[in-house]
């Protein structure tokens, strides 16, 4: 079994910077990929970013070149640096570690971006 905890949403100007970590309760460096997804208000959830237990990472194009995943074994943690934060990234944001063939998610964090 997995736990997740995410944190570092807020508010923040559109052009501004937040970086969210998402805790795990166990080891990460068995789980494969690890993923940060968002869902705004009368959305569907997508997901913003996946990065593999071997560091490789892959984005939605509407975040790349924007946005940064990586991981931090050691700490059981897998960070997501948000640059140049637009209005349309707001949103809650959730971690999901997928994990012996069941998928865990957080409890997500709100990030709002104004205009």
């Known amino acids: 079994q997995v736990q997740l905890v995410e944190s570092g949403g807020g508010l923040v100007q559109a052009g501004g910077s937040l970086r969210l970590s998402c805790a795990a309760s166990?080891?990460?460096?068995?789980?494969?990929?690890m993923r940060w997804y968002r869902q705004a208000p009368g959305k569907l959830r997508e997901v913003v970013a996946a990065?593999?237990?071997?560091?490789?990472?892959n984005y939605a194009d509407s975040v790349l070149g924007r946005f940064g995943i990586s991981r931090d074994n050691a700490k059981n943690t897998v960070y997501l640096q948000m640059n140049s934060l637009k209005p349309e990234d707001t949103a809650v944001y959730y971690c999901?570690?997928?994990?012996?063939?069941?998928?865990?998610w957080g409890q997500g964090t709100q990030v709002t971006v104004s205009s």
């Open positions: 999901n570690a997928y994990f012996r063939l069941i998928n865990y």
């Open positions: 166990r080891s990460i460096s068995s789980i494969n990929a």
């Open positions: 990065i593999t237990s071997g560091g490789s990472s």
